[in-house]
Every structure is written in structure tokens, then in C-alpha cells.
Nanobody, 117 residues
Framework: QVQLVESGGGLVQPGGSLRLSCVASGSMFGIFVMGWYRQAPGKQRELVASITGGGITNYADSVKGRFTISRDNAKNTVYLQMNSLKPEDTAVYYC???????????WGQGTQVTVSS
């Protein structure tokens, strides 16, 4: 089993920054991709950014140039640095681990990010 715990959300003004963290515990075996997703009220959950074990990253067009995903394998932690935040970034942000070979995935409980003046 895998447990994912997010932290770092909060209230920030437009143009501000936040850094989300996701700490993983449990099994670390296997090849997997770590990702950050978000879900705004009334909308579907969407991929924000992902990173492979080799460090290959992928971003949603809406966050390119503003968000950066990174991982510290020694700390079993994935980060999402969010800069130049906009009100439309307001959502619950979820950490995800997806195993490449099986497609099985695990989710964290989510952390609320609110961008408002």
C-alpha cells in the first residue's frame, strides 16, 4: 500500500506563490509517475503536472511557465512550486502516484488552494 499526504495549501493573493508538498510512505518499489491534479468546484479533476522517476516533466498548458514540479527521491517527496497564481488556480490539489505497468494509482486526501484578493 501507498499513502500520500499533501501539505502547503492555503489562501494567497493573485500573483502570489505557494509550494505544495506530497510525502509518500509505504511501498517504494516499482516504476511510477508522480502527478499533481486539481479539481475546482463544479469541474472535473484535471492533470496539472507530472514527473517520471527519470525527471521527465509534463504540464498542463494553463500552468506552463508558472508551475514547477520536482521530486526528492531521498525524501520520498514531490513538490509543486506555484508562482504567479491566478484566481482560476483555485481548487483542491491532489497528489497521485500511478504505476506504469499496472495502471494502479493512489491518491492523497487533497489540499485546498484559494487565490483571492
Amino acid at each position: 500500500q501507498v499513502q500520500l499526504v499533501e501539505s502547503g495549501g492555503g489562501l494567497v493573493q493573485p500573483g502570489g506563490s505557494l509550494r505544495l508538498s506530497c510525502v509518500a510512505s509505504g511501498s517504494m518499489f516499482g516504476i511510477f509517475v508522480m502527478g499533481w491534479y486539481r479539481q475546482a468546484p463544479g469541474k472535473q479533476r484535471e492533470l496539472v503536472a507530472s514527473i517520471t522517476g527519470g525527471g521527465i516533466t509534463n504540464y498542463a498548458d494553463s500552468v506552463k511557465g508558472r508551475f514547477t514540479i520536482s521530486r526528492d527521491n531521498a525524501k520520498n517527496t514531490v513538490y509543486l512550486q506555484m508562482n504567479s497564481l491566478k484566481p482560476e488556480d483555485t481548487a483542491v490539489y491532489y497528489c497521485n502516484r500511478e504505476y506504469i505497468r499496472t495502471g494502479r494509482d493512489f491518491w492523497g486526501q487533497g489540499t485546498q488552494v484559494t487565490v483571492s484578493s
